[in-house]
Every structure is written in C-alpha cells, then in structure tokens.
C-alpha cells in the first residue's frame, strides 16, 4: 500500500508548532531544525511527492515457444523463454532470456542415452533501495520542502543524516548505474543400461557453468555531491564457477510375492567446483 506522507503544508504547519513549542518567536528559522540549503520562504514554493517521483507502475511480462518431437528411438524437446519483470520501484527491473534442449536416444533394447542442456542470461537493474541515498529516503529524510532540481537544472542535494553525505533519491535514481549480469549453462549426459531382468545401472555426468558480473557508475555530478571527486568511478566485481558431478548408480528390484518387493541400491559420487574472481 501507498504509504502516508505529509505534504508540503503539513509539514510547515507542525515545524511552525514545534518552534512555538519551543518558545521561540518570529519567522521559523529551519536550520535551527538541521534542514539546510532551504529558507522558510522559499519552502512554501515546493510541495514534492517524493513516492511519485521514484516509482512506478511494473509491467511484468513473459513469452514461451516449446516444440517437441518423438520418433521409435528418438525423442527432443526444445524451448526458449523471455521474462521483463519491472518493480513498483523507477529503473528496478529483472530481464531474463533462457533456452532448454533435450533428447534421449533408445541405442539399444537395453540401452538408452539421454542429454539436456541449458542457457540463461538474466540482467538485474538495481537501485539503492535504504538509506544510503534510495528509496528509503523518500520515508525518511526527503521532505515534501525540497525541490528535486534546482532553479538553474542541477540536482537538489540534502543533508542524509543515516548515509552521512548530501543526496537526492531521484538524482541516484537517474545517474547511479548498478547492473548484475548473469550467465550460466546446466549441462548432462546419461546412459541407462539393464544388465538383467532385475538389475539396472545408470551414469551420468553433470556439468554446471556460471559466470556472474556487478558493476557500478557512479559520475562526477553525483560524486562531487558526496565528495570532492571530479571524474566518475566505475568498478566491476566478478566471477565465474564450474560444477562437475558424476554419478554410478545401480538398483535391483526383486518382486518377493503380490504383496512384498525388495529394492536394493548402490552408487558411487563425486563431485568438484571451481570458482575464480575476475
């Protein structure tokens, strides 16, 4: 739900009763209250809707196409699948595009072989959603007195008492840039072979490939507002995973009479992951 924030007028009206309070006379004076960059007069021409201004209506949508075919021995099944899932949050989204292919093969009467894999690149935008200048400030220390610009275009910035340098939601909403790319790649190979009546044994092999990038961008118009810093810092965190897993396995089934059955099962497992930091 929405939630409850005091407008312009609202907020003027309780910090006029608090100086009051106070026993203080004449025109309030808002510094005295730790709000800077502001006079009393020209608080009275802003009346910002903080909520308004960084969120949005999400639109989440998704598309699929699957196709599949089987044959005597042979069977495939393939898919492919696009998500864009906005949140109510401006410039937060999560767009994903993933690929599957199957097939199992009947080599023998006894012995069948099966293979699977799979692509999927997902791409998060992101967006500092607590205190340290995102959303959380638009319930916290955004007041409805504070324009988003100034009068010559540039950002108004504000004292954020938690994070402990001058911000604005939507400036770091507009020029902070946080993506996360992901990539990965599940892959396996199978073979079923019945020794016996009774008796079947199976093997596979699993490899999993996952490659994971954050960056950041921060420029120099939000930095100098934070700092002294004049040109932009861009960082990428990085790395990239490989899982291997290979099993044997083998069951015997043994049916005792109508009512009782005996399964009995052994295998053997191994398994390794590789991780490097780019």
Known sequence: ????????????????????NDGRVGKPDLSVGGITGITWDDAHNNNTDWYSATTQTGVRHQHDITLSKGWDKFNVFSSVSYLKN???IRG????RISTRFNMDYQILKNLKASFGTSFT??????IYSGWSGGFGLVMSS???????RNPDGTYFTFNNSDAGFRTNPVMMQDLYKW?????RSINSMSLDYQVLKNLTVRA??????????????????????????TTGIARRDANH?????????????YNINKFNSLSVTGGFERQRSVKNDV
Request: glycine share 2%; proline share 5%; aromatic share 14%.
């Open 1 to 20: 739900a929405r939630p409850k924030l005091v407008s312009r007028d609202e907020f003027l009206q309780l910090y006029e009763e608090a100086w009051i």
């Open 241 to 253: 995973t490989n899982n291997y897993n290979y099993t044997i396995q083998a069951t015997y089934n």
């Open 204 to 229: 596979q092999g699993n490899y999993d490939y996952q490659n994971i990038a954050d960056d950041n961008f921060s420029p120099a118009e939000l930095l100098r507002a934070t700092r002294a810093d």
């Open 142 to 148: 955004a007041l409805p007195i504070y324009p988003v």
């Open 86 to 88: 906005e949140t109510f």
């Open 92 to 95: 937060n989204s999560y767009e």
């Open 121 to 126: 690149s997902g791409l998060n935008n992101r």
């Open 179 to 183: 993506e996360t790319r992901e990539l």
